[in-house]
């Protein structure tokens, strides 16, 4: 697989395999692409590769993109042993540390990658990408909000197009409860996104500003930040969102329709996966059952399971407030909330709309 090194991401924006050319496919809310959902937050700076070793990109970018290949394809031991060997190939070399960090931060192996990041920052005190990935872990491991921003603040002032910088700030700043902050940061965000030169642009602004927005009851504006996040980055993650802002908004009809038509281009070795699972239930394909058992698989990730389950609770608890079971709802999403995942969007989302329940008066129902 051959990558050039300006747009070297070992994750990448989406699996190839499953970009069909498709008659009509405007029309859906969301294109025929399955992602991971973790992958704008380890894109690579651009600007990194003229700071660090260009010879040493170029010898790793075949390592990288198959360690990329390894985890999305859920061989986490695979992708974590071929990381080891372009560390102990080039120990010098401050981004191998820093996307072994992305990957262990992932797989919640939160000392390793802090100490990862340390390593790379020491190497090379010029790159952002090392920066925001130890703020990542500082803000969601430790909840240490302080350093995290300070770290963050110090990759923007490297690389102020550094765009998913603003974006990790503005989930501290969302994390903290400070929205305007918040809001601020993915303003400057979008703006650096929409003047980038490269394309595509990154969705994650547009994606962040949907998630505050909505949680903040802005739902009209909310949505079309979720669908320009779509356009440039389509994922199932975001056109969930999209399904329950329109159902939100009394088109929920047509919501489903536009699931239902998504589900058949899902490719069948993605079907099982949580998140295929979680379009199929709101869709009606799937039961509460079947979703929270994807989500509950114990051969994930302990990590990725906590986080698979959050999700599933979230969306258990907002399809039930949707048909009006609003006692069964609260008992979702108060579990979705139970899981205590700093700076994840469910997390957050699922903590307001259960306060939001309980101040109405709303007791969690048994099963």
């Not at 260009?54 to 859920?74: H, I, M, N």
């Not at 918040?182 to 979008?190: K, S, V, W």
């Amino acid at each position: 697989m051959n990558m050039q090194p300006l747009k070297l991401s070992w994750v990448g924006i989406c699996l190839c395999a499953l970009a069909l050319p498709l008659a009509g496919v405007q029309a859906l809310d969301f294109q025929p692409y399955f992602e991971e959902d973790f992958q704008w937050r380890l894109e690579l700076s651009p600007l990194d590769f003229t700071r660090d070793s260009d010879y040493q990109a170029r010898q790793l970018s075949q390592r990288f993109a198959t360690a990329r290949y390894k985890a999305e394809s859920k061989d986490y031991s695979g992708a974590l042993a071929d990381l080891n060997g372009a560390v102990e190939s080039a120990p010098k070399y401050a981004t191998a540390y820093a996307v072994r960090a992305s990957l262990e931060h992932h797989l919640g192996y939160d000392v390793d990658a802090f100490a990862d990041s340390a390593r790379a920052i020491k190497l090379n005190p010029n790159l952002s990408y090392p920066r925001r990935i130890r703020g990542i872990v500082e803000s969601e491991s430790d909840r240490d909000y302080t350093n995290a921003l300070l770290d963050f603040r110090q990759a923007i002032g490297l690389d102020l197009h550094d765009i998913q910088v603003y974006v990790e700030c503005a989930y501290v700043e969302r994390a903290r409860t400070n929205f305007a902050a918040a809001l601020g940061d993915l303003d400057r965000a979008i703006q650096v996104n929409e003047t980038r030169p490269e394309k595509p642009r990154l969705g994650s602004p547009y994606w962040a500003a949907g998630w505050i927005q909505s949680d903040v009851g802005q739902y009209p504006l909310a949505l079309k930040n979720f669908r320009k996040a779509l356009k440039q980055s389509p994922s199932i993650r975001c056109g969930l969102r999209v399904w329950v802002l329109r159902a939100r908004l009394g088109d929920r009809e047509a919501a489903t329709s536009n699931l239902v038509k998504h589900i058949q281009f899902v490719s069948p070795i993605h079907r099982n996966r949580p998140l295929a699972v979680c379009e199929r239930f709101l869709a009606g394909k799937a039961s509460e059952e079947d979703l929270l058992q994807a989500a509950g698989d114990s051969a994930l990730n302990p990590a990725i399971r906590r986080r698979e389950l959050c999700t599933a609770n979230y969306y258990v608890g907002m399809k039930r407030m949707l048909d009006g079971d609003e006692a069964g709802a609260l008992r979702f999403l108060q579990q979705a909330s139970a899981t205590a995942l700093n700076c994840f969007p469910d997390c957050e989302s699922a903590t307001v709309e259960a306060a939001a329940l309980e101040k109405a008066g709303f007791q969690a129902a048994g099963p």
